[in-house]
């Protein structure tokens, strides 16, 4: 009896006819819905639908502001790349997203791994890593590679995440106090603190105390509210209000201080704290990334960019995904995610970005919860959000140059303290597996004390070294035994 048959009539498929059928693939109904969801859904969209989208997208693009500017800042950008680097994310993800939660932006993870890039390679060298980034996700996303990224341990992740938080917050209080330096680690801020004590503004410091605890006493109250509406289900108006006024915080922070400085400077002619650098009014310049670097006096070739590159070319998008695959299954609630379609409007994003001065983009877990909350019905909300953005680029930016720095510290410090999560996770190991504990504090402390793009790649060595192992030092247990022949 024959077990398996392999004998088959079938030959193998041409060239020429494996183009054909792919050709013939491209010109179906099937394929251009799942490359431009919108075809589908947009039939049906009605008022109700668009008002829900509405309420979404101005909610976000209020809570969406101060972070805009204030992950530029981090990045050591001028604050308008922030503003840059919101536009295209919002007008292609509605047309080839197909999650209502998610969009694409910039946020304070990856701002704060640019800002080594940027005291190194510039702005120029910034936007060109966010186009090569985008290549990169879309050339995993067309070879179904992206799922890879979930092999990175979530320890590893924690640590990478939490050295980040650390190195922030302290480069953030050197900025609160009005010192300005470098602040790429640890050691860097405590050094460029101790160098400009000199610099140290009262003002600077009271403004930006003050305002993390409003932050985190909005925060709180928030909090509170939303466990009070999971209790009833029913959300009284009052509570909706509570709901809205804590998502609109870091807005209404920097609304007020932005009140206090215009007051300030009309009473006495100056501002008594430290404000950023002129915001460029106006649409950002439609340009390609520039493809040669140069670096000091010296302009590199494309082929010498791309191997100064080489390090940013591998972590960048593995932060990117990361983000990405994090705050999709987030939000998920347990439905199949188009994995390869959400990367390839990842990816799209971030080359097309690229041409307006963008620094990489990604998802977020503060966007995306903030959709949630609003009643987002589909992607279009982004195009709201977008809207917003054009707004303030076109007519508001003047005002932003009042934004004390200090209050942009704040808005940083107090959205990344729920990152911080060693203590949590070190329990967790402790209960389950200790041995992810040494992968998880090896990724911390190398991203604390040397750089963050070094402890990613560490971490992931580290972690890979106690998988292997095990593999190549199998325990083998061997059993003799007498067997009797009859």
């Known amino acids: 009896m024959e077990l398996y048959d392999f004998k088959s009539d079938e030959r193998p498929l041409k060239a020429r006819e494996w183009l054909k059928g792919k050709g013939h693939s491209l010109s179906t109904k099937k394929f251009w819905l799942r490359r431009f969801p919108i075809i589908g859904w947009l039939q049906s969209y009605t008022l109700s639908i668009a008002s829900h989208d509405l309420l979404a997208g101005v909610t976000v693009g209020l809570v969406e502001l101060p972070k805009c500017l204030a992950a530029a800042i981090l990045a050591g950008l001028p604050p308008q790349y922030g503003l840059y680097s919101s536009l295209l994310g919002y007008f292609v993800y509605p047309l080839l997203g197909t999650c209502k939660f998610l969009n694409f932006g910039p946020t304070l993870v990856i701002s704060m791994l640019m800002s080594t890039y940027t005291d190194k390679y510039g702005p120029d060298g910034v936007v060109l890593i966010a186009f090569l980034a985008g290549v990169m996700i879309t050339i995993l996303a067309l070879l179904q590679l992206a799922p890879l990224v979930e092999f990175i341990s979530y320890p590893v992740t924690t640590g990478f995440m939490s050295a980040g938080v650390i190195t922030i917050v302290l ?161 998920a609630g347990g439905k199949t995610i188009d994995t390869t379609q959400e990367l390839l409007a990842l990816g799209l994003t971030n080359i097309l970005g690229s041409f307006v001065q963008s620094i990489p983009v990604s998802a977020s877990f503060v966007r995306s919860a903030v959709n949630v909350a609003s009643g987002v019905k589909t992607p279009i909300s982004n195009l709201y959000t977008g809207g917003i953005m054009l707004a303030v680029l076109g007519v508001l930016a003047q005002y932003l140059s009042y934004i004390p720095t200090s209050t942009l510290a704040a808005v940083i410090i107090t959205s990344l303290l729920p990152l911080f999560k060693i203590p949590q996770v070190t329990m967790a190991c402790f209960r389950s597996s200790k041995r992810d504990l040494i992968p998880m504090y090896a990724t911390f402390f190398v991203g604390l004390f040397v750089n963050l793009t070094f402890a990613i790649l560490f971490g992931v060595l580290v972690d890979l070294v106690f998988i292997l192992y095990p593999t190549a030092r199998p325990k083998l247990i061997i059993k003799s035994c007498k067997v009797r022949l009859a």
């Open 171 to 331: 480069g953030q209080l050197v900025a609160m106090v009005g010192i300005k330096g470098s602040t790429v680690n640890a050691i860097k801020a405590i050094e460029t603190f101790i160098i400009g004590i000199n610099q140290f503004n009262t003002w600077d410091l009271v403004m930006g105390l003050v305002c993390v605890v409003i932050l985190l006493g909005i925060w709180h109250l928030g909090e509170i509210t939303e466990k009070a509406i999971n209790r009833t289900k029913e959300p009284t108006g009052w509570q909706l209000f509570l709901r809205y006024f804590s998502m609109a915080r870091n807005a209404i922070v920097l609304i007020a201080s932005i009140v206090f400085v215009v007051i300030m400077i009309t009473t006495t002619g100056q501002s008594p704290v430290g404000t950023p650098e002129q915001i460029e009014e106006g649409f950002p310049p439609i340009r390609p990334p520039t493809f040669q670097l140069q670096i000091g006096d010296e302009t590199l070739s494309f082929a010498q960019t791309l191997s100064e590159l080489s390090a940013p070319l591998f972590v960048v998008p593995l932060i990117l995904l990361l983000e990405f695959v994090s705050v999709a299954k987030s939000f």
